[in-house]
T-cell receptor
């Protein structure tokens, strides 16, 4: 069974540009989460989808971040316009709904904003 | 406040020795879940072990065991017979609510170095 996949693995952009990160969850997992780790700090929650609905977006830092999950399959996280402080590793995770099974993480996208 | 604390930023351990990685947590919810993840240098986050707050026995998965002491709010990871491939960053994490779909909170991590 394929795990959570993320694309791209790395992205280097200039301040003010736009970047879109993609996450493909494990097939059958209705829960999809985005997390971010800024250098030297804890991994922080950004938002949570159940199928195509945003269940919790309390961790989204500001309105420059837009997440979508059309059709309840893959998700995208767009940063527009990117700022220097957006640099970090963006992780996606998925899990089955209402299960004790853990959240399975993807390999992350390392975003560098210059 | 809901929080995970990992007090060991780094550890060096001789190969084949047992390792204990410390983790304490704070939550006011009576039902919660505790996790450990491993992040090797390649960057992916690998799930290792899970402990539910109402589980009577400590969780075990192969060489990994979770030393769960509820009264002390600690959830230490024990790795038996360490191997060179165990060198990685280890994160303790908590789902601090009864909602099994809820977000999880991470500690800052412990970087483990296994010495040959």
């Amino acid at each position: 069974e394929a795990g959570v996949t993320q694309f791209p693995s790395h992205s280097v952009i200039e301040k003010g540009q736009t970047v879109t990160l993609r996450c493909d969850p494990i097939s059958g997992h209705d829960n999809l989460y985005w997390y971010r780790r800024v250098m030297g700090k804890e991994i922080k929650f950004l938002l949570h989808f159940v199928k195509e609905s945003k269940q919790d977006e309390s961790g989204m830092p500001n309105n420059r971040f837009l997440a979508e999950r059309t059709g309840g399959t893959y998700s995208t996280l767009k940063v527009q316009p990117a700022e220097l402080e957006d640099s970090g590793v963006y992780f996606c995770a998925s899990s089955q709904v209402s299960s004790t099974s853990p959240q399975y993480f993807g390999p992350g996208t390392r975003l560098t904003v210059l | 406040a809901q929080k995970i604390t990992q007090t060991q930023p780094g550890m060096f351990v001789q190969e084949k020795e047992a390792v204990t990685l410390d983790c304490t947590y704070d939550t006011s919810d009576p039902s919660y879940g505790l996790f450990w993840y491993k992040q090797p240098s390649s960057g992916e986050m690998i799930f290792l072990i899970y402990q539910g707050s109402y589980d009577q026995q400590n969780a075990t998965e192969g060489r990994y065991s979770l030393n769960f002491q509820k009264a002390r709010k600690s959830a230490n990871l024990v790795i038996s017979a360490s191997q060179l491939g165990d060198s990685a960053m280890y994160f303790c994490a908590m789902r601090p609510s009864m909602n099994r779909d809820d977000k999880i909170i991470f500690g800052k991590g412990t970087r483990l170095h296994i010495l040959p």
